[in-house]
């Protein structure tokens, strides 16, 4: 006889002396429906800690889930192991029980538990596509709602990959397509972090999306992309990824980060011709502006000896060769500094100020001088009719000052077949080459100037030291013997 034609008393029976397990498979493998029946063994039933309803979703029983939701002392909203009923569902994608869960009146749909994660977000998570349209299509559902790791519904889509949910968020007006994470990234900053080209171009022709968004660092998608954050990308796939971005008429290809650099500053420091050349093709780039540090794309490119990259930039019709800026440093400044001959070469012959200075007002030769770059000193000299060679810097040091402090002897004697070479030139405290050779005690630069036609062997400074008596005074033995007969 099957076991529901059994008299009333006899279900009971069975109900009060079946065990705990006897009972829930007589549940689950029930298949016809007796609200007698089912009443009595679930009444019978002890779920310990377990709730009914969580209990009924966790074994797919929709019917013992439907009895649980009449029973009285159900609490739909209850909180068990982090999950409330709803949450559970979607997390096990039990599409009938969330649209059973759905249906009852008593359901709260927003409810999040302790990591901020609501059932909607749980259904993202999990690619659980029918039930995110189940959820979306409710009007109090809240579709931004973001988890305490920053992630909104939106941006957990593009990160797991789930093109279809994605399309589906971006198309609903509802959702905030500039909604950003812990760390300012909108979903289009996410996108090409992670390199993903379809959604980069949704993005970028929704109206509602800024391209222009920034992060906590400063840094909108265009500059997250030619920084390089995608380097594991292959190079054709990273210029497709910038070439999206180029396509929205809203980019702001000047915009500077946290540094003052823009996206061409970025493209040539990492000398990308490509990514450079594409750049230059749009409109309304500016090629000259300086970062904080003071260097410009075409400082940078010289910095870093592009010879390259620094032909291609003088092409540009709106480069400045010389900052106007007083804050920008100078490319032949920065190829002289940095030692990089072949571009210091380009540059001279192509008109670049050979006396221009940087903003701490040190002039190419002096820095070359300081860094002792002998190639490039020696290039600088040749072009004797042009160079300055007795400029000063802010506390009036020559570059023989420089040479003669350091003890560069070579350098010494290259600036001294100069012509227009002043040796008796003082800087702000009235201190000459030959003073600072000997105050640092060397004692071949000091033999070198004392040769020189015209030097002034016992001037003194703003103190009314001598070259001899600082000598004397910092014990240098050698230089203090061989000026005690001036």
Sequence with gaps: MPLLGLPLEILLWVGKFTDEKGLRTLCLTSREFNVIFRKSLFDCIDFQDSPPIHWAIEHRSLGILQHSLGWEKADINEMYSGFTPLMLATQLRYADAVDLLLSHHSVKVIQCNTLGESAFSIAVLHGSVKIVERLISLPDIDINNKSLDGNAPITTALACHQSYIFQLLLSDERTNVNICDHHGQTPLHIAVDIGDYGAIQMLVRNPRVDVNCSNDRQETPLLL??????????????????????????????????????????????????????????????????????????????????????????????????????????????????????????????????????????????????????????????????????????????????????????????????????????????????????????????????????????????????????????????????????
């Excluded at 620094?310 to 920008?328: E, N, Y």
């Excluded at 062997?457 to 001036?486: C, M, P, W």
């Design 225 to 486: 992309a030619v920084k390089g954050y995608g380097r594991f990308l292959p190079t054709n796939k990273r210029l497709l990824i910038i070439e999206a971005l180029l396509l929205s008429p809203y980019i702001n290809l000047n915009y500077r980060d946290k540094n003052g650099r823009t996206a061409i500053w970025y493209a040539v420091d990492n000398c990308d011709a490509k990514l450079v050349e594409l750049l230059l093709q749009q409109m309304n780039l500016d090629l000259n502006c300086a970062d904080k540090l003071g260097q410009t794309p075409l400082a940078n490119a010289a910095a870093n000896g592009s010879l390259g990259l620094v032909k291609i930039l003088f092409r540009q019709p709106g480069l400045h060769i010389s900052p106007q800026s007083t804050d920008a440093l100078p490319p032949l400044w920065s190829a002289c500094r940095a030692g990089q001959f072949p571009v210091l070469e380009f540059l001279l012959e192509n008109s670049a100020d050979i006396n221009q200075k940087s903003p701490s007002g040190v002039s190419p030769l002096q820095i070359a001088v300081i860094m002792e770059h002998v190639d490039i000193i020696r290039l600088l000299l040749s072009y004797e009719e042009n160079l300055l060679i007795n400029d000063r810097d802010r506390h009036s040091f020559t570059a023989l000052m420089f040479a003669s402090a350091q003890g560069r002897l070579e350098v010494a004697r290259m600036l001294l077949e100069h012509p227009d070479i002043n040796v008796n030139a003082m800087d702000d405290q009235k201190r000459t080459s030959f003073w600072w050779a000997a105050a640092n005690g060397h004692y071949e630069i000091v033999h070198l100037l004392a040769n020189q036609r015209g030097v002034k062997k016992r001037l003194k400074d703003s103190n009314g030291q001598t070259a001899y008596a600082i000598a004397k005074e910092r014990n240098h033995g050698d230089v203090k013997v061989y000026l005690r007969s001036f």
